[in-house]
């Protein structure tokens, strides 16, 4: 067996805190959830959730330790990372807002598939998780069991799909919670402008954060 039950057991009960614990992921959900609805929320979590498949794969191959260690390749990274979010940010604050439907489902023109795009590329090119993948899935990693490749890549997989059922749940959630008090459009834009400026905010933290 590649992966032991023990690793399994240890690898996602650690998973599962630090998916839980607040960070800018869950912040995002978070927001985008409560500002745009259920189905926003839900769509855009699992974007960031399938995100981590690209730091599973990286750091399987060898490639995050690579981009670690070359100041400029995570600088670019960064600052790219930083500048997508800081435009999704200004992208929600200079929207219309929109108007709820009966049932309480967000009325809106952006499709569900550009939510699920922009969460998935807000996570991929994110350095910080970069660094995360790449100090985290080493840790459960035995490498007397060989194939530690493949054994990178399946943790990471297993991180990614408790990712992806958390930060669903939590797009649900805070759908639910938007849709108490977001009956008209100009609440909608306020949600909205408070959305941006935590995107906003995430970006210009990340675009500033200290070269390695």
Not at 36 to 51: D, I, T
Not at 70 to 76: D, I, V
Request: proline share 5%; net charge positive; aromatic share 10%.
């Amino acid at each position: 067996m590649i992966v032991s039950p023990e690793q399994l057991a240890a690898f996602t009960a650690a998973a599962v805190l630090i998916t839980l614990s607040p960070g800018p992921d869950n912040l995002m959900v978070l927001s985008l959830g409560i500002a745009k609805g259920r189905r926003q929320g839900m769509v855009f979590g699992l974007g960031c959730a399938l995100g981590c498949i690209t730091h599973t794969l990286l750091a399987a191959l060898g490639v995050s330790a690579l981009i670690a260690a070359s100041p400029t390749a995570f600088g670019l990274l960064k600052f790219a990372g930083g500048a997508y979010l800081v435009y999704l940010g200004w992208q929600a604050i200079h929207s219309k807002g929109s108007s709820l439907h009966a049932d309480g489902s967000q009325a809106g023109n952006t499709p569900l598939a550009a939510h699920f795009r922009k969460g998935l590329i807000a996570n991929a090119i994110n350095p910080k998780v970069v660094l995360f993948f790449l100090a985290f899935l080493p840790q459960f990693v035995n490498p007397a069991q060989g194939h530690s490749g493949w054994q990178t890549a399946i943790l990471g997989l297993i991180f990614t799909a408790q990712a992806a059922i958390l930060f669903g749940s939590l797009g649900y959630f805070a759908g639910a919670i938007g849709n108490w008090f977001k009956r008209t459009p100009k609440a909608s834009q306020w949600l909205d402008r408070l959305a941006g400026s935590i995107f906003i905010a995430l970006g210009l933290r990340l675009i500033l954060l200290p070269p390695r």
